[in-house]
C-alpha cells in the first residue's frame, strides 16, 4: 500500500516559449468529423495526456496548457494505431513541452547566475527530452458517439465506444525548461482551485483532484 | 501498468439480515462533539471505508449501505488508536456485514436448492467472516475543523486535520451471504447512477466513478 510520491517545487521550473502549436481542428464538428473519418479508416482513437504534478508551498499543483485565455487542457495527443501508450506519451510531451533542439540555447528569462547557481546543486541544467517518467493511470474516459461527451466507464449497451482516453501521473525531472507554445499558456493550477470546479475546468479535469488523494505526497 | 480487476456478479451474493446497528451519534451535533471529545483524547481520528464492487449485466456496481431510506454510506468505521487499517477495515466489514457466529444457518431466502445447485459449483458457501480482501486506496478525504465538510486533499494552512477517510477497493469472494444491519439497506449502485451525482450521493462517493475508472475489469 506504498502510495508515496515525491513533488518537485513548482520553482525548480523555467518556462520559456516554442513556435505556435495550432490546434488540428478549427471547430468542434470537423473536429468531431475527423474523428469519425479516423474511426472508419483506423479504428478506435486511443487518446494519452499527462498530470504533471508539482507543489507550490507545500500544496499540490497540476500544469496544465490554457489555449486562447479560456479553455484549460493536458499535454498529450491521440495515438497512432499500435503505437505505445507510454512512448507515445513521452513523444507528445516533448512535442509540446521541450525545448526544440535547434533553440538550445539559455531560454530568455534564465539567466547565467540561475544556471550556475548554488541553488541549482551540482545536477545538469537539462533543457532536452526525454526525461518524462510515466506513472500510474489515474482515469480512464471513454467516448460513446461521435459528440463531445465523454463518461469514466463504458455504458451499457455500449459496445463499439469512439475513442478511450488516459490519464496518466507523470513523475517530474528534478529540474527542467519547459517551452510552451507561442498560442498557449502554461498554468500551475491548485488543487484547492480545481476542486469540485466542474464549471471552469471541465469533469475530467476536476476529478484529478479526487484521483491524486489516494497518494501520501512528499514535498522536496 | 497492470490494473486489471475481476468483478464477481451480483447474482453470487446472498444478502440476509441481522441485528440493527443504530447510529452512534443522535444528531449531527452529537456527532461533532464526540469528534472534538476524540480528538482532544486521541488526536486525530481515522476513518476506513470499503468499496465493495461487483458487477451487473457487465456494468460495475457498487454495495452501499442505504440508512432510513436516505443517506447512503459506505460500510467501514473509525479506527481505535494505533489500530492497523487492513484489519481494522475487515474487522469493522465482518461487523456490518457478516453473518453472526450464533446466526450460523441458513439465511431467510437462501433455499436449500440454491446451496447444493450446479450453478453454485464446487466451493462452500460461505456463511462466516474473514475473507474480504485489501485492495487499493481509490482516495483520501481531510476534515479540517469540527464541520460536516471534508476535502480530497489538506486545505493550504491546515496543520492539524482532525478526521483522516481512507477509501479502499475490496476485492470480493466468489460469494458471500451478506447480512444487513435491519435498520439500514444494502444496494447496489452502478456506475452510471453514481457519476456526477453529488447532489444525491455526495463528493466522496460520486467520485469513485472517475477513481475506479483507472482499472480494466474483467466480468466474471
Not at 546543486?121 to 461527451?149: A, I, Q
Request: proline share 8%; charged share 20%.
Amino acid at each position: 500500500m506504498s502510495n508515496t510520491i515525491s513533488l518537485q517545487p513548482l520553482s525548480n521550473f523555467t518556462f520559456s516559449t516554442k513556435e505556435s502549436q495550432p490546434e488540428e481542428d478549427p471547430s468542434v464538428a470537423a473536429r468531431l468529423q475527423r474523428l469519425t473519418n479516423d474511426y472508419d479508416a483506423k479504428g478506435m482513437r486511443r487518446t494519452v495526456e499527462g498530470v504533471l504534478v508539482v507543489h507550490d508551498h507545500g500544496h499540490p499543483h497540476i500544469l496544465m496548457l490554457q489555449i486562447a485565455n479560456a479553455f484549460f487542457k493536458l499535454p498529450g495527443h491521440y495515438l497512432s494505431p499500435g503505437e505505445d501508450e507510454s512512448l507515445g506519451l513521452k513523444r507528445r510531451l516533448d512535442i509540446q513541452l521541450t525545448m526544440d533542439v535547434n533553440e538550445n540555447t539559455l531560454p530568455p528569462g534564465v539567466s547565467a547566475s540561475g544556471l550556475s547557481g548554488a541553488s541549482l546543486g551540482t545536477d545538469s541544467f537539462d533543457l532536452g527530452g526525454g526525461d518524462w517518467e510515466v506513472g500510474d493511470c489515474l482515469g480512464t474516459w471513454w467516448r460513446p458517439n461521435y459528440e463531445t461527451y465523454m463518461y469514466p466507464y463504458t455504458p451499457p449497451h455500449v459496445t463499439k465506444p469512439k475513442e478511450c482516453k488516459k490519464l496518466y501521473l507523470i513523475h517530474m525531472p528534478e529540474r527542467k525548461v519547459l517551452a510552451v507554445p507561442k498560442n498557449m499558456k502554461l498554468l500551475a493550477i491548485p488543487l484547492f482551485e480545481l476542486y469540485d470546479n466542474t464549471a471552469r475546468y471541465g469533469p475530467q479535469l476536476a476529478a484529478l483532484v479526487t484521483a491524486l488523494s489516494k497518494y501520501d505526497f512528499v514535498y522536496l
